[in-house]
C-alpha cells in the first residue's frame, strides 16, 4: 500500500503532480475554469460582493493562501474564519457572499456545523472537499472534489495542495464572472497552474538535500517560519506540519512583525525557514533575514534565486523553479512538507501516526 515508500507521508508527499494534475485538468477547458462537470453554475458567483472561507487547520491554510490570491489579484473581499470560532460569532454573511468550507475528509464536526450555521445567512455554499460523498459534501450546495485520492498520513500534504489549487480556480472564475478580470488574463494563468504537477517533479528531486537540513533541526526547541503575502499565509502551513510530526514548537510570522516583538526569542542557532518568492516585497524579506542572521540564527532560505552565497542572507538555500510569484506557494510548501517529514523521522517519530492526533477531528 505504501507502494516501497517507509511512511504514506512521504509517498503522499511524491502523489502531488498526480493528484494536481487531476484536480485541475477536468476544470479547464479551453485555458478558462469550468465547472460544467461539476454541475457548479456561473450563478453561483454572479453578483457576489465578499467571500468567507470556514476550515480548520492544514485546510484552513489553503484558504489563506486563496484569500491572499483571490484579494490581491481580483479585489473581491476574503475573510477565513477558523470553523471552531465562526460556530460562535455573530455572522456578518448575506445573500451576497459566498462562503466556502474547505476540509480534507468532509467530517470535521466543526466545520460542518459553521456550514450549517452559514447556510441560513446564503445560499451560495460551496464545499472543497477531497472525500466523495462525505457530510460537508452532502450538505453543502455546491461541491468541487479534489481529487488528491486517500490520504492516510495524519498530517495533510497532497489535500493541502489541490485545496489550495481548487480556491486558484474558484478565484479564476470569479474573476471572470463578476468581471474583474479578462479572459486573456486568466488563460495566461491557467496555462502557468496546469504546468504546476512538472514544476513539483523537479522540486522533489531535492528531498536529499533537504532532509539534510532535517538532521539540523532534529535538536531544535523553537523554529520560525517566516515570509510576507503569499509566503506568510505558507508559513503557517510550515509551522504546523513541524510541529505536529516533529514536536517541535514552531511558529509562523509575518517577516515584518518579527521585530514587534519575536525577534527576542532568536538565539544562536535558532532555526528559522525564510520563503522569499514574492518579487514585491523581495528585498523587504531579505532585510528582515539579515535581522535574525545577526542575531544568530540559523537560515534556510526558499528563493528563486538559482543562487545565493552571501552568508549575511542564508546557511542553507533551498532553489525552487522560476514561476510567476503566485503559483511558487506550490514548490515552496513542497520543501516544508518534506522538511518536516525528515525531522520527525529524525527524531524517531512516527510520521503517519503523531501523539494526539486524529486523522479526522469529530469532536467539537
Ligand atoms: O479533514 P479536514 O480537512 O476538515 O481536517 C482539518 C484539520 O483537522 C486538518 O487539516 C489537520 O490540521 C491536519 N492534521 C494537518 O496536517
Do not use: W
Not at 112 to 135: C, F, H, P, W
Amino acid at each position: 500500500q505504501k507502494d516501497g515508500y517507509p511512511h504514506y507521508m512521504i509517498k503522499e508527499i511524491h502523489e502531488q503532480p498526480r493528484a494536481l494534475a487531476d484536480t485541475i485538468n477536468p476544470r479547464v477547458k479551453d485555458l478558462l475554469p469550468n465547472f460544467e462537470d461539476d454541475n457548479i453554475p456561473d450563478s453561483l458567483f454572479e453578483g457576489v460582493h465578499d467571500i468567507t472561507v470556514i476550515a480548520c487547520g492544514t485546510a484552513m491554510y489553503a484558504g489563506n493562501v486563496g484569500r491572499t490570491l483571490i484579494q490581491n489579484k481580483f479585489g473581491i473581499p476574503v475573510t477565513v474564519a477558523i470553523a471552531s470560532e465562526f460556530r460562535y460569532e455573530r455572522p456578518t454573511i448575506d445573500e451576497n457572499t459566498l462562503v466556502i468550507v474547505v476540509s480534507q475528509s468532509g467530517e470535521t464536526i466543526d466545520t460542518l456545523e459553521a456550514l450549517r450555521l452559514a447556510k441560513k445567512y446564503t445560499q451560495r455554499t460551496l464545499a472543497i472537499v477531497n472525500v466523495k460523498g462525505s457530510t460537508i459534501a452532502r450538505e453543502s450546495g455546491h461541491v468541487l472534489y479534489t481529487h488528491a485520492g486517500p490520504e492516510i498520513a495524519v498530517a495533510s500534504t497532497k489535500a493541502y495542495s489541490v485545496q489550495v489549487a481548487a480556491m486558484y480556480l474558484v478565484g479564476c472564475k470569479l474573476g471572470l464572472v463578476t468581471g474583474k478580470a479578462s479572459e486573456s488574463e486568466i488563460r495566461e494563468f491557467i496555462s502557468g497552474l496546469k504546468n504546476v504537477p512538472s514544476m513539483i517533479e523537479e522540486v522533489l528531486k531535492l528531498e536529499e538535500k533537504i532532509s539534510v537540513q532535517a538532521n539540523r533541526m532534529v535538536n531544535a526547541e523553537d523554529a520560525f517560519f517566516i515570509g510576507r503575502g503569499l509566503d506568510y499565509t505558507l508559513s503557517m502551513e510550515g509551522a504546523l506540519k513541524l510541529k505536529e510530526i516533529s514536536y517541535i514548537h514552531a511558529e509562523a510570522y509575518a517577516a515584518g512583525e518579527l521585530k514587534h516583538g519575536t525577534i527576542s526569542l532568536i538565539t544562536e542557532g535558532t532555526p528559522v525557514i525564510a520563503i522569499a518568492t514574492q518579487q514585491s516585497v523581495y528585498s523587504k524579506v531579505v532585510s528582515n533575514i539579515r535581522e535574525v542572521k545577526a542575531r544568530g540564527a540559523y537560515v534556510i532560505l526558499i528563493s528563486k534565486d538559482k543562487e545565493i552565497t552571501d552568508n549575511t542572507v542564508c546557511d542553507v538555500h533551498v532553489s525552487i523553479p522560476e514561476v510567476i510569484d503566485e503559483l511558487s506557494v506550490f514548490e515552496s510548501v513542497v520543501v516544508l512538507q518534506i522538511l518536516a517529514y525528515y525531522t520527525s523521522v529524525g527524531k524517531g517519530n512516527d510520521p503517519d501516526q503523531p501523539r494526539n492526533l486524529a486523522k479526522s477531528v469529530t469532536v467539537e
